[in-house]
T-cell receptor, first 113, second 112 residues
Framework: GESVGLHLPTLSVQEGDNSIINCAYSNSASDYFIWYKQESGKGPQFIIDIRSNMDKRQGQRVTVLLNKTVKHLSLQIAATQPGDSAVYFC????????????FGGGTRVLVKP | NAGVTQTPKFRVLKTGQSMTLLCAQDMNHEYMYWYRQDPGMGLRLIHYSVGEGTTAKGEVPDGYNVSRLKKQNFLLGLESAAPSQTSVYFCASMFGGRDEQYFGPGTRLTVT
C-alpha cells in the first residue's frame, strides 16, 4: 500500500491498552468535527463525529472529546486491538462554501501485540 | 451500493502528458470533492462541487481542472502532468450540510 505520511507523529500502544490521539484546530468558527481512520492503501474511513454544541460523544470503543475553549479535539480508543493500527485524522468545518473539511496532519497508531 | 469508486487505481505518466481521473458515487450525494495526499501532508482539497454543473477551487487547484456534468460523476483532469503532481488522489462525496464525507479507495499517480 501507499506510504501515508512518512513523517507522521506515531503513537505506539500495547494491545489491550487505551489510546488517546490529540488534535488542535485553529478556526474558532468550526462547528463540526470528524475523526477518520486510514489503513494502508485505503481511503479514509469515518469513525465518529461531534458537533460544537457537545463536548463528548461515545461510539463503540471510541470517545471523542471537544474542548472549544482551547480548540482541542481528542479521540480515545478503548482496549486497542491490532486492527486499530492505522493513521488517524481529525477534520473540521465551519460550513463555509461547500462545507469544506480542513484536515489535520494525522497520527499513526501502531499496536504492539 | 458501491459507494464511491475511482478509476484508475494506478497510473504512470510522463511529464507533459494529460489524463482524467473518474470518480463515481451511487448515493445521490450533492457534494463531491477531490483531494491529494502526499507523505506527511495530510489531505489537501484540490477542487469541489456543490451540485451538478457546479465546480469551485479548493486549496491547491493549480494544474488541475474538474467537471461535474452528471450528479454521480466528478472528473479530475491534468492537462500537462508535472512530477510535482505525483501523489495519491482521493475523491469524496457528501449528502449535504454538516455530514461525513465518504471517500473512494484512491488513485496512485506517478509522473516521471
Amino acid at each position: 500500500g501507499e506510504s501515508v505520511g512518512l513523517h507522521l507523529p506515531t503513537l505506539s500502544v500495547q494491545e489491550g491498552d487505551n489510546s488517546i490521539i490529540n488534535c488542535a484546530y485553529s478556526n474558532s468558527a468550526s462547528d463540526y468535527f470528524i475523526w477518520y481512520k486510514q489503513e494502508s492503501g485505503k481511503g479514509p474511513q469515518f469513525i465518529i463525529d461531534i458537533r460544537s454544541n457537545m463536548d463528548k460523544r461515545q461510539g463503540q470503543r471510541v470517545t471523542v472529546l471537544l474542548n472549544k475553549t482551547v480548540k482541542h479535539l481528542s479521540l480515545q480508543i478503548a482496549a486497542t486491538q491490532p486492527g486499530d493500527s492505522a493513521v488517524y485524522f481529525c477534520a473540521e468545518t465551519s460550513g463555509a462554501a461547500g462545507n469544506k473539511l480542513t484536515f489535520g496532519g494525522g497520527t499513526r497508531v501502531l499496536v504492539k501485540p | 451500493n458501491a459507494g464511491v469508486t475511482q478509476t484508475p487505481k494506478f497510473r504512470v505518466l510522463k511529464t507533459g502528458q494529460s489524463m482524467t481521473l473518474l470518480c463515481a458515487q451511487d448515493m445521490n450525494h450533492e457534494y463531491m470533492y477531490w483531494y491529494r495526499q502526499d507523505p506527511g501532508m495530510g489531505l489537501r482539497l484540490i477542487h469541489y462541487s456543490v451540485g451538478e454543473g457546479t465546480t469551485a477551487k479548493g486549496e491547491v487547484p493549480d494544474g488541475y481542472n474538474v467537471s461535474r456534468l452528471k450528479k454521480q460523476n466528478f472528473l479530475l483532469g491534468l492537462e500537462s502532468a508535472a512530477p510535482s503532481q505525483t501523489s495519491v488522489y482521493f475523491c469524496a462525496s457528501m449528502f449535504g450540510g454538516r455530514d461525513e464525507q465518504y471517500f473512494g479507495p484512491g488513485t496512485r499517480l506517478t509522473v516521471t
